[in-house]
């Protein structure tokens, strides 16, 4: 093990000996050894700090997923920069929020959005703005041509940190959830493990590079292997299946397998070499589970994480994969189901789910009250999931204590959008649900009391009205209109009422 805790000093230790082999191929069979990822890690490092980064400093970083992309984040871990990655997704409203939030000193964004973060940049007093595009190229790698490349690996404690997710919250503020580098690593280490990742391993990466499952779950656990990625820029059916007979790992969230499942024409020939079809973000429905079996013979392996803490449980490589279940804590993590007075219930009983262990962050970013809230007394982190545990340690996700819609595996805080909707001309309320949807799990969706002083707005008019303040995805796809929200006798809007009446 290195003396260094660099998250990044682990990952170079394991690929060190395979420095000539192929670690990234794009699908257009562009590729990279990891000596070119090693080298390109070491010039980034250099243009971070040219920019005027130190380490410790934030690096934010809202672009599409490229090799380059990659090597940004692994450029960031190198020089003890702190990586904060953006879903494209985001608009200029919400970017100016974590900009301002996490006063990160350089940016590195699309060259379409130089202008609006050059805007925010400024306001917000951060150093130096590079771009960066989904073909590689753009001033961050114009920079890394002329700069002196950084030799070494920071020097960094376990509990330094290396990236701040952001996470949004029944508030409708988002927080930054702070992971370190011992974080990490031990979670790449224990999936690492779990999932009996060996040589001659291909993982086939179809998801984005923003958050954590296809950022560290995926990248770290397969360059610990020392092995190859087929790097695709996003999901899509037909590049899947191209690829995928080349491949012997694929990790998505359901959706993936409820649209592979979709094409009449996806099969046992495309899996022919895999021995692992990996799950999570989002609840897999048994229904894509057994058919996914029955079309391809493989059992998809389910496992549970949250962006605080890295992944806490997974279904087992050998042995039985349960349907319905997250499967069992990993290896160091306890996980604990209780009642609303943090006491343990009995299996079988629904409760809150709580877990302790090294993957669990280290707080929330310059919010020291509601990382207080987050945590026991005794130092188990309150997920905010309902579930139960079997007599034999399976772990099954019910619901959810907070207002939470998952869709497509991204994570929408109803909260924020009624804000948003809130704000809007000739709308007096709101409340935002989530309903079932066969692509996407759930999909977000407003019911909404028109004023009475002003018109109300039309249906496609409150959309659009949002598409300019929120991300894409959190833009309900239906909006309804009521006389008034149905409220219990505190007051409080019945969601479940709503479900019923619009799911
Ligand atoms: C895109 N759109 C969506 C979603 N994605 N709407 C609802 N839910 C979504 N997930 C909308 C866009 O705003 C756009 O709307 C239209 O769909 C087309 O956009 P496009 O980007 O072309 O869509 P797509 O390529 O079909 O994307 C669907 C997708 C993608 C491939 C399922 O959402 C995806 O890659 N999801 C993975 C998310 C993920 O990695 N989650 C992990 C989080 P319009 O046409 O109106 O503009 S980590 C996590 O949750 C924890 C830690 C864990 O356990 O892993
Ligand atoms: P995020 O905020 O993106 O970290 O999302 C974390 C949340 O996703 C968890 O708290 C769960 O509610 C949900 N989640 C992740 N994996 C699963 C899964 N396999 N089944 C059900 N819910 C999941």
């Known amino acids: 093990m290195p003396d260094n805790a660099n998250l990044y000093a682990v990952l170079r230790e394991a690929f060190q000996s395979r420095r000539s082999a192929a670690a990234l191929e794009t699908p257009d069979g562009g590729v990279i050894t990891f000596r070119e990822l090693d080298d390109g890690a070491a010039r980034v490092a250099g ?51 974590f900009i301002g939030d996490a006063e990160p000193a350089v940016v590195v964004c699309r060259p379409e959005s ?4 050059g805007r925010i940049a400024k306001a917000r007093g951060v150093r130096t703005v590079y771009t960066l595009d989904g073909a590689g190229e753009g001033s961050l790698i114009t ?33 930054g959830a702070m992971l370190t580098h011992d974080n990490l690593s031990s979670n ?71 649209r592979l499942l979709a094409d009449p024409d996806f099969g046992r020939e ?26 391809t013979g493989h059992t998809i392996l389910e496992r549970y994480g949250m962006t605080e803490c890295g992944m806490s449980t997974s279904n087992p490589l050998d042995g039985e994969r349960r349907a319905g279940t997250v499967g069992r804590p990993l290896d160091g993590v306890k996980l604990r189901v209780v009642d609303d007075h943090d006491r343990p219930v009995k299996p079988g009983q629904v409760g809150n789910i709580q877990f302790i262990g090294p993957n669990v962050f280290k707080g929330y970013w310059r919010n020291p009250e509601k990382t207080a809230e987050e945590f026991t007394a005794d130092g188990f982190f309150r997920s905010g999931d309902l579930g139960s545990l079997s007599d034999d340690g399976y772990v099954t996700i019910s619901g959810r204590g907070k207002d939470l819609i998952i869709s497509g595996g991204y994570n929408v805080y109803p909260k924020e959008v009624e804000l948003c909707l809130d704000e809007i001309e000739g709308i007096a309320e709101s409340a935002v649900i989530g309903v079932p949807h ?29 598409k300019d303040k929120l991300a894409g995805y959190k833009v309900p796809k239906r909006v309804h209109f009521v006389d008034e929200l149905p409220r219990n006798a505190m007051g409080k809007v019945q969601k479940n009422v709503l479900r019923d009446r619009f799911g």
């Not at 130089?114 to 973060?117: G, I, K, N, S, T």
């Not at 692992?276 to 048994?286: I, M, Q, R």
């Open 270 to 295: 495309h899996a022919r070499n895999m021995r692992l079809f990996v799950s999570g973000s989002a609840p897999l429905l048994t229904q894509t589970f057994e058919e996914f079996r029955e079309r």
């Open 47 to 97: 243009a971070l700090l040219a920019g005027g980064a130190s380490p410790g400093d934030r690096v934010a970083v809202q672009v599409d997923k490229s090799p380059e992309a990659l090597l940004l984040y692994l450029g960031c871990l190198r020089g003890g920069f702190v990586y904060l990655p953006l879903n494209t997704a985001y608009p200029e409203r919400e970017l100016d929020y």
């Open 114 to 117: 130089e202008a609006m973060v």
């Open 438 to 466: 066969a692509d996407f799990g759930e999909a977000v969706t407003a019911v909404v009391v028109p004023a009475m002083s002003a018109a109300a707005p039309d249906e496609a008019a409150v959309i659009a009205a949002l």
């Open 188 to 258: 790449a280490r224990v999936l690492h493990a779990t999932w009996g990742f060996r040589d001659g391993d291909v993982l086939l990466h179809a998801l984005p590079l923003f958050h954590t499952h296809g950022l560290f779950v995926a990248c770290n656990t397969s360059l610990l292997n020392g092995s190859l990625m087929l790097f695709c820029p996003r999901f899509d059916v037909d590049t899947v299946k191209r690829l995928l007979p080349r491949a012997t790992v694929f990790m998505g969230v359901p959706t993936f397998y409820v």
């Open 143 to 175: 920079a890394m041509m002329t700069v002196t490349a950084l030799a070494r690996v920071e020097p960094c404690a376990g509990d330094d940190l290396a990236a701040i997710l952001y996470t949004s919250g029944t508030t409708g503020r988002p927080k």
